[in-house]
T-cell receptor, first 109, second 115 residues
Framework: EDQVTQSPEALRLQEGESSSLNCSYTVSGLRGLFWYRQDPGKGPEFLFTLYSAGEEKEKERLKATLTKKESFLHITAPKPEDSATYLC??????????FGKGTRLHILP | KAGVTQTPRYLIKTRGQQVTLSCSPI?????VSWYQQTPGQGLQFLFEYFSETQRNKGNFPGRFSGRQFSNSRSEMNVSTLELGDSALYLC??????????????FGPGTRLTVT
């Protein structure tokens, strides 16, 4: 059965304190993995797509990496505006996208 | 370029009623997916439409249905509403260059409350 587990569920960091969010997945025939950011009361905002193990993508203070069983979202020197829920979403071979429950990130000034 | 729009933004219905939600995708996007988001279950996939055809369906009862029009706009319908249907309903559109679902761009959602 498909499973997507994100950890930790919630994370509080001081501004400038780097950390990583984890997404462990078991899906049939992975055809890519998406990362999204969601602010309260809004729809998810697309961040990255990763297609194969070893791939890395960067955007400002965020870097996403992919292995065969996990993906990591590294946040370097975060700022308060990086506070949001980060969602991981693998895509199956039949194109269904399974979302994790997210990591709620709070950056303290 | 305009983003994904959803109407209405907020809706209050009573048990047993039915509701129709609307989604207009980004211009040029042919795939539209619908998700239900609740605090307990997170984002759950409802269905995906591509060129007016339902390509995928999640594990929801038959009370949940949808359709897509020739201009790619989509509607979803929930009949015989239950209290547990209270949720944020999100629509996402995708360009689908290679006929598979690429990165999705989400609308702001419709907040449905069933009383």
């Amino acid at each position: 059965e498909d499973q997507v587990t994100q950890s930790p569920e919630a994370l509080r960091l001081q501004e400038g304190e780097s950390s990583s969010l984890n997404c462990s997945y078991t899906v049939s025939g992975l055809r890519g993995l998406f990362w999204y950011r969601q602010d309260p009361g809004k729809g998810p905002e697309f961040l990255f797509t990763l297609y194969s193990a070893g791939e890395e993508k960067e955007k400002e203070r965020l870097k996403a990496t992919l292995t065969k069983k996990e993906s990591f979202l590294h946040i370097t020197a975060p700022k308060p505006e990086d506070s949001a829920t980060y969602l991981c979403a693998p895509r199956r071979e039949d194109d269904k996208i399974i979302f994790g429950k997210g990591t709620r990130l709070h950056i303290l000034p | 370029k305009a983003g994904v729009t959803q109407t209405p933004r907020y809706l209050i219905k009573t048990r047993g009623q039915q509701v129709t939600l609307s989604c207009s995708p980004i211009s040029g996007h042919r795939s539209v997916s619908w998700y239900q988001q609740t605090p307990g279950q997170g984002l759950q996939f409802l269905f995906e439409y591509f060129s007016e055809t339902q390509r995928n369906k999640g594990n929801f009862p038959g009370r949940f249905s949808g359709r897509q029009f020739s201009n790619s706009r989509s509607e979803m319908n929930v009949s015989t509403l239950e209290l547990g249907d209270s949720a944020l309903y999100l629509c996402a559109s995708s360009l689908n260059r290679d006929s598979s679902v690429g990165e999705q761009y989400f609308g702001p959602g419709t907040r449905l409350t069933v009383t």
